[in-house]
Each structure stands twice: as C-alpha cells, then as structure tokens.
C-alpha cells in the first residue's frame, strides 16, 4: 500500500515567521507531487506542484523535493492569517491514482 | 469560468434509496476522480476516468459505481446507500491523468441515516 504521511499538528506559527510543512511517502518511483490548501468546509485549492529534485518558489510559497529520502515540504515565508488552513500533501505514485496525507493543520497566531 | 460542479451540494438520506451525485467539468478535462474526505483519513479515491467510457477502481470503491458516457459528466452512484458511506465528496478534474493538478469540485456533504 502506498503511503503518505503528515504531521496532523496543529502546527502554530507567529505572523510573519516561516510556517514549515512536511511530508514523507512510501515509494521512490514516485513522480508527482502537490500541496493542496483546504479551508474549514472548503475544496482543497492546489498550491504548488513540484516534480524534480530541488526546490520550486512561488510568491511565498516554496517546495521542496528530495526524492532520495522521500520527502517534500512546503515552506511559508511571512506567514499570514489568512494561511491559517489544513495543508495537503499529494503523491502521485506513477499510476493514474492520487494519494493523499491525512493533512496539517496550521495555525498563524496575529 | 473554469469550474467543477457537483450537486447537490447537501443530502440526507435514508439506507438503500439509490442516489447520484452529479460532476461535471466544462475545462475539457480527460481525467476526472471521485474522492471522500473523514476525519482523521483524509482523502481517499473511489474511482477514477482516463477518458469517455475508461473507468477504474480508486482505493475505496466498494458501495460505489461510476460512468463516463460523455467527457464533461462524471456522476457517483450510490445503489444502496448505507450509514458508513455519510461523508464529505469531491469531484476533480484534470487535464490529461493522476500525476497533474487536480481541479476540485465544492464538495457534497452526504448523510445517510
């Protein structure tokens, strides 16, 4: 069974500090990977997509991939408020299917 | 606006009244998933489909059927529906398979009681 695996948290941040999220998976065939953002009662809302080794930035928002030890993270700079949310971590294992982690949720503290 | 749309949005039901929860994407998406979200487990897939009339198995897809007539329609049918399937249901899309971004639905929030 593949796997993903979070730190549920919840994980509490001052605002404007580095909110740091992590994620491991279970297989090194892996190809894809995505955070996803979820509101309380909301869709998850795709964040970042990354797909090889190193680190990708958007805006804020920076992942980070290492596929020899099976991990990626997502990195918050300047954390705000309004990134108050559960975070999702996303693996597609090389098949058509989607496996996702259970989710951390954050906490940005005004 | 590029959406997913899925109806209804909320249902209370009762066990073994069939019931189907409509998807449908106008992004001219090829891949389109069903997922339900619980607490503690996160979201897990149902079924998914490549393509018109290519459908396949998720990891929870007992309890659950789906079709692919045409390529913007992917609705979840539920034939009997039972208290253990009361959850929280996506839809997604996305434009060609499993390893691209996905594109989610609101959600239906289905009771069954």
């Known amino acids: 069974q593949k796997e993903v695996e979070q730190n549920s948290g919840p994980l509490s941040v001052p605002e404007g500090a580095i909110a740091s999220l992590n994620c491991t998976y279970s297989d090194r065939v892996s190809q894809s990977f995505f955070w996803y953002r979820q509101y309380s009662g909301k869709s998850p809302e795709l964040i970042m997509s990354i797909y090889s080794n190193g680190d990708k930035e958007d805006g804020r928002f920076t992942a980070q991939l290492n596929k020899a030890s099976q991990y990626v993270s997502l990195l918050i700079r300047d954390s705000q408020p309004s990134d108050s949310a559960t975070y999702l971590c996303?693996?597609?294992?090389?098949?058509?299917?989607?496996?996702f982690g259970t989710g951390t949720r954050l906490t940005i503290i005004p | 606006e590029a959406q997913v749309t899925q109806n209804p949005r909320y249902l209370i039901t009762v066990t073994g009244k069939k019931l189907t929860v409509t998807c449908s994407q106008n992004m001219n998406h090829e891949y389109m998933s069903w997922y339900r979200q619980d607490p503690g487990l996160g979201l897990r897939q149902i079924y998914y489909?490549?393509?018109?009339?290519?459908?396949d198995k998720g990891d929870v897809p007992e309890g659950y059927k789906v079709s692919r007539k045409e390529k913007r329609n992917f609705p979840l049918i539920l034939e009997s529906p039972s208290p253990n399937q009361t959850s929280l249901y996506f839809c997604?899309?996305?434009?060609?398979?499993?390893?691209?971004?996905?594109?989610f639905g609101d959600g239906t929030r289905l009771s069954i009681l």
């Open positions: 489909s490549m393509n018109v009339e290519a459908t």
């Open positions: 997604a899309s996305s434009y060609r398979g499993g390893n691209q971004p996905q594109h």
């Open positions: 996303a693996v597609n294992f090389g098949n058509e299917k989607l496996t």
